[in-house]
């Protein structure tokens, strides 16, 4: 039994206390409101009475230097609340069509004012040239040796072949002129007849002269080999 009792007080006292958070919020919540009400009317009449005195100090009843300065800032005020509605009913006003519209007379303004660039070279620009270049009279001269050096072939620049038989050609005998003796049975003249002179001219022999041409005729000859005159 005891349980059940301790049981029931603490459920009851739970009811008790929620009531009590109830009703305490509800007293609250009405007494809060109250209050602002309050609050609200006295706004009401400050306001008013603000109202009233600046309207008697705009008619000159009211001469007092401190309602003077806060009817100035309460002009300030309203003449900038005054230029922000006609601002924002202008926003309110305007449509997409009008926007529209002023967007081709805005773009061709700024268009006017901006400096066309052309894409195109100047013309009258000269490329300059390089100083290394040479210029166009200029004419190569040609060493006058050169002209030497093609007559006249140094050893150096000789191949070695042609040096060879440069060397052949030197060890050779040379001709001295000495008379070289022919047979005389060798046909040297073609006229069939025996040779009796030598190759150097000198006559090995005695000899005649053709009655006839004056061709100098070997002694033994029979006839003339030049004319065919008979020899006596």
């Known amino acids: 039994m005891g349980f059940l009792d ?23 919540s009405r007494v809060s409101g109250e209050i602002n ?8 009449n400050i306001r008013q009475l603000g109202e009233r005195a600046l309207e008697l100090y705009q008619q000159g009843s009211i001469t007092a ?4 300065s806060l009817a100035q800032i309460i002009a ?8 922000k509605e006609a601002e924002l009913n202008a926003a309110n006003a305007e449509t997409f ?11 061709q303004g700024t268009t006017s004012q901006g400096i066309p660039i052309s894409s195109e070279p100047s013309t009258g620009y000269t490329p300059t040239t390089s100083s290394s270049e040479p210029s166009t009279g200029y004419t190569p001269t040609t060493s006058s040796s050169s002209s030497a050096d093609r007559s006249t072939t140094p050893s150096s620049a000789v191949p070695s072949g042609a040096t060879h038989d440069q060397s052949a050609t030197s060890a ?12 005389e049975s060798t046909d040297v003249s073609g006229s069939g007849l025996p040779n009796n002179s030598s190759v150097g001219g000198q006559s090995s022999a005695a000899v005649k002269t053709c009655p006839n041409c004056s061709y100098d005729v070997p002694a033994s000859a029979a006839f003339c080999p030049n004319c065919g005159n008979r020899m006596v």
């Open 97 to 107: 069509e009008s926007w529209q519209a002023m967007q081709p007379q805005a773009s």
């Open 172 to 183: 050779a005998p040379s001709f001295t002129g000495r008379a070289y003796d022919v047979s």
């Open 65 to 68: 230097p401190e309602i003077a």
């Open 6 to 28: 301790s049981l029931s007080k603490t459920l009851s006292s739970g009811v008790d206390r929620a009531k009590f958070e109830a009703d305490k919020f509800q007293r609250t």
């Open 37 to 44: 009400n309050i609050k609200s009317q006295i706004d009401t």
């Open 76 to 83: 300030q005020l309203r003449d900038q609340q005054t230029q």
